[in-house]
């Protein structure tokens, strides 16, 4: 039994002793309730990706984590352990589960061609393929390895990168590394705006 | 926050100001209600709408937007009239009795050393007198004229509450109150803290908006307090903690610095940010920057980072000016960018001036958009009638879209406001193709090392050598990355437990220095989840992890006086007692100090130990807070120096000048904030927010509207220099009309949430309207003080 059964169980207990001790007990009753909707989800611990108050979330999911079943999230709810949010979400947070299952959430890669009016899926290892040879090809032609004075600078400034204050800290990490480890100056985040 | 969320409760006034927390962090807001109810606190919120924080306040006063500094320059000349001043701590923890340069000055608006034709300051002046030792020279009676403190009185003298009022439009019995409930904070036993957002930085002057406010808490002595501090509530989920990972035109993680072209060498480098102190006895901490900078490059470079080859210095890239991301699309309008990678930033519908940014965009060879969802930023070169009127036959831009994965289907950490480094569980797998950021950067990252290993090219070696020998190269494990986040000993893999065993040797990595102590060889410490409460004060120690090294509140050395008595016996943070600190956090300090050394040194991140009541050479500015005017002035003028009306020191490009407004043209004022069912644009995409909020509209005052023959839920045009924007008008009384310098202003509040590839209605988005021009320290842009007009429209 976890927490949330055990919470419902002493509820409903409550409620019928006392309605026992008021002599209204019913006699028989043959249809079940409804079962409870979240009995055989898997429940996850995160934090909400919005603002950063940092409320914690419960999230639920089905699948039983058998090969070629996937797990899907059918509900989001405050976590009330959290110290700071006990449990609370407030309007943004409330909507996360249509965030996860927007329908506007990217599916696979995509290019558009120069003047193309439309998108062409392709595959990721055409998208890697692709986006390294145009990355290489300006990179090796504008890499500045020296400044006027002889100092060496090693930067490359005609490609720039816009990174996301959404993504978490070892995700930041890996994009950091990639960023600087390739020689780019200009990189920015939602921090500055 | 140097406190955080649930310390808010502590507090005995809350001040919510340049922000409107109820509304944009209402879980956090609990805390104030929290603060009220159970504290007996009392809420001031300063703001030109009666917002949704308002709503609930024990005091409320208007202000015009951009005008706050006035507004506490004013406040701080009432604290020293009335004598509401917390001298012992001004004394013992801020720079008050240290003596400034003798050519130091402020004349008319101009601080010295001002060179009009660059339009910047020689801030050589703006520094303290040396001893022949080199240490900063004090007079701790503050008698000396030039004191920081006499310097201070003398700047505000100016900032009468008639001169206040007369900028703010502030009616002067509300001012009044408000200077009155705060200054009541001065004595040992009251706290404020002051809560603010965007409100404050989105301004030509933002830094110092906050600044004035930090001041104004060292008067009272109010930092390092439970229940005080200066508290940012950030925007994004991790916003926190991508600063932590230095994702900066001129960062690197830890607060590190990018090497410019100043540091010719790793020797140099280390000159230039370790400094030395500036007062006897020094903590100085900053003077560890080797141990952190070598430590980081072992974890970028790895094996290849050697003493030898200065542990990889010189394949780091090096700046010579700040490539914010305002100047960059200035360079890619100009046709200097061919590539630009855009990750999680809907950037088209957030940089002001909506049109050039799509100039810019149509100048790339090319783009990659990294995002979970259909963002107008990746179809930029769509046309769409009204809303992004582009020809697209004739944009050349290679565009690739590239699906992620959301917080929900990875693992790994986030850092909200208060620090808490708090690690989330997958629960669901990416939709379809989707994959994780990471991933994304390892399949391009794979890919060029192949080609330089094949082809040689510029600076292969440094392609070569970037460390990312992760047990699955393609996809690196949150796990590993925070291992190598916390640090480790690289002999013997060994998690490292403090950052005070870090070396300067390369003998350990660490990826970002404040964070060591977060994965230790007890494990995961960001995943404890233990809430008790033992003090009963909100610090719950076993909760996540807080930077640095589990410290809750920050500077709490400043929480007990110069002897180590608590200045509250209720608000015991640290204590001396038997020869000894004790106390409920982990002290901010180094605790085998006694009481009078620890003073001295209690800001412990500054050469001279002292918090900064005068700034020294580190804002664009000026030393203090001075009041400019927004670049789109209302009034047309400056009070306090005609010949000085905006911020001298802020940077704009030429096309940019050319598009601001002029009163006469554009009278009202534009400000733009949030709503609460909304997240930027982001929340569009999701059904339940886009019904609680699905139509786009802006706020005008009934004094206005009746002018303007506009009613409630009217189709409007709002226009400023750069373009308009068609939506519904909401007619308030939430909005009154000010009266500022002898004129009557009216505010047009616009929300941000206007977009066209979301589940809510079309709309124009609100980018279109603000001026590109920014902070004069930050770049942050001027999206809370600008011009427009308004008039009737035909429905869209």
Not at chain 2, 678 to 704: C, G, Y
């Amino acid at each position: 039994m976890n927490r949330r059964q055990f919470f419902k169980l002493c509820a409903g207990g409550v409620a019928t002793s006392a309605i026992a001790g008021l002599g209204l007990m019913p006699t028989l009753a043959f249809a079940a309730p409804r079962e409870f909707k979240l009995i055989r989800a898997k429940e996850t611990r995160n934090n909400c990706c919005y603002c950063s108050v940092g409320c914690g979330l419960l999230m639920y999911s089905r699948g039983d984590v058998s090969k070629n079943v996937e797990p899907s999230l059918f509900h989001i709810e405050g976590d009330a352990d959290h110290p700071v949010s006990r449990g609370a979400l407030c309007p943004k947070g409330a909507g996360l589960l249509d965030f996860v299952n927007s329908p506007n959430r990217l599916q696979y890669p995509e290019y558009r061609a120069p003047g193309a009016a439309t998108w062409q899926r392709i595959s990721w290892q055409e998208a890697f393929t692709r986006i390294a040879r145009l990355m290489k090809d300006d990179r090796d032609q504008n890499m500045i390895k020296t400044n006027a004075a002889g100092t060496p600078v090693n930067r490359w400034m005609t490609t720039g990168m816009l990174t996301a204050s959404a993504q978490s800290n070892e995700a930041g990490f890996l994009t950091q590394k990639f960023a600087r480890g390739l020689g780019l100056v200009a990189v920015d985040t939602q921090a500055r705006i | 926050m140097t406190n955080h969320w649930i310390d808010i409760k502590n507090a005995d006034v809350v001040v919510v100001m340049g922000g409107n927390a109820a509304e944009n962090h209402p879980v956090g807001f609990s805390w104030v209600t929290e603060a009220m109810q159970h504290n007996n606190a009392k809420l001031v919120v300063v703001d030109p709408r009666f917002n949704r924080s308002a709503a609930v306040a024990d005091y409320y006063a208007n202000l015009r937007s951009g005008s706050d500094i006035a507004f506490f320059l004013g406040l701080i000349r009432y604290l020293i009239d009335t004598n509401q001043v917390n001298y012992d701590y001004v004394k013992t923890f801020t720079n008050a009795s240290f003596i400034v340069r003798e050519d130091y000055g402020y004349e008319d608006g101009l601080f010295t050393g001002y060179d009009p034709k660059t339009g910047s300051y020689d801030k050589e002046s703006w520094f303290y007198e040396l001893d022949d030792q080199g240490y900063a020279m004090v007079d701790e009676s503050l008698e000396h004229p030039r004191c920081v403190w006499n310097l201070l009185k003398q700047h505000v003298d100016r900032y009468t509450i008639d001169k206040v009022v007369n900028i703010t439009g502030t009616p002067k019995a509300q001012y009044e109150q408000v200077c009155q409930v705060i200054g009541a904070t001065h004595a040992n036993n009251k706290v404020a803290t002051f809560l603010y957002a965007l409100g404050w930085t989105q301004h030509t002057k933002g830094a110092q908006n906050i600044r004035s406010m930090a001041m104004v808490q060292l008067i009272l002595g109010n930092m390092g307090m439970l229940g005080g501090g200066v508290n940012a509530l950030r925007g994004h989920s991790n916003i926190q903690g991508i600063t932590d990972m230095g994702l900066l035109c001129q960062n690197l993680p830890g607060y590190l610095k990018l090497p410019s072209d100043k540091d010719v060498d790793l020797q140099a480098h280390f000159e230039h940010h370790a400094p030395k102190p500036l007062r006897p006895g020094q903590t100085n901490y900053w003077q560890n920057y080797p141990k952190f900078f070598v430590s980081l490059m072992k974890s970028f470079w790895g094996e290849a980072a050697t003493p030898e080859n200065n542990f990889g210095y010189e394949w780091m890239p090096k700046w010579d000016m700040q490539y914010d991301v305002l100047r960059y699309f200035e360079m890619m309008k100009q046709g200097k960018v061919n590539g630009y990678i855009v990750q999680g930033f809907n950037v088209l519908s957030s940089l002001p001036n909506k049109a050039k940014i799509n100039e810019a965009l149509a100048k790339l060879k090319f783009l990659v958009v990294v995002d979970p969802l259909a963002v107008e930023t990746a179809t930029f070169w769509r046309n769409k009638k009204l809303f992004n009127e582009v020809d697209t036959a004739n944009i050349m831009t290679e565009v690739f879209r590239l699906p992620t994965g959301c917080f929900a289907e990875e693992e790994g950490t986030i850092v909200n406001s208060g620090r808490w480094m708090q690690w989330h569980w997958k629960g669901a797998n990416s939709p379809k193709e989707a994959k994780a950021d990471g991933e994304i950067w390892a399949g391009i990252l794979a890919e060029l090392k192949r080609l330089y290993a094949e082809e040689g090219g510029a600076l292969p070696e440094a392609v070569a050598a970037l460390d990312w020998q992760y047990v699955n190269p393609a996809n690196p494990t949150a796990e590993e990355v925070a291992k190598q986040l916390n640090g480790q000993d690289v002999a013997t893999g060994r998690q490292l437990s403090s950052f005070g065993e870090l070396k300067a040797d390369g003998s350990t990595a660490c990826g970002c220095w404040i964070y060591t102590g977060s994965w230790t060889e007890q494990g995961n410490m960001m995943a404890r989840r233990d809430n008790a409460d033992p003090s009963g004060k909100g610090i719950t120690p076993g909760w996540s992890f807080a930077w640095p090294a589990n410290r809750r509140i920050l500077y709490n050395r400043a929480s007990a006086d110069v002897n180590g008595n608590p200045w509250d016996k209720d608000r015991t943070l640290m204590e001396w007692t038997d020869g000894k600190w004790t106390g409920i956090d982990v002290p901010d300090f180094n605790s085998k100090l006694d009481p009078q050394a620890s003073a001295k040194t209690g800001f412990l991140m500054q050469p001279e130990g002292h918090a900064r009541l005068f700034a020294n050479r580190l804002m664009a500015e000026g030393p203090f807070p001075e009041h400019y005017e927004p670049m789109e002035s209302p009034i047309g003028t400056n009070p306090m120096h005609p010949e000085v009306i905006t911020n001298p020191a802020v940077r704009i490009f030429a096309d940019d000048k050319a598009q601001l407004g002029d009163f006469e043209d554009f009278p009202y004022v534009g400000t733009s904030y949030h709503l609460t069912e909304h997240f930027n644009n982001w929340t569009t995409h999701s059904r339940l927010n886009a019904i609680a909020q699905p139509q786009h509209f802006i706020e005008m005052d009934e004094v206005l509207a009746k002018q303007k023959g506009i009613a409630n839920g009217d189709w409007v045009k709002v226009s400023s220099k750069r373009n308009y924007i068609v939506t519904k008008a909401l007619v308030t009384k939430r909005l009154q009309p000010y009266v500022v310098n002898g004129k009557t202003l009216h505010t047009i509040g616009i929300p941000l949430h206007a977009n066209y590839e979301g589940l809510t209605r079309e709309a124009y988005e609100i980018n279109s309207l603000t001026p590109y021009v920014g902070d004069a320290n930050t770049q942050t842009p001027e999206y809370k003080a600008f011009l427009v007009n308004i008039e009737k429209a035909e429905a869209i």
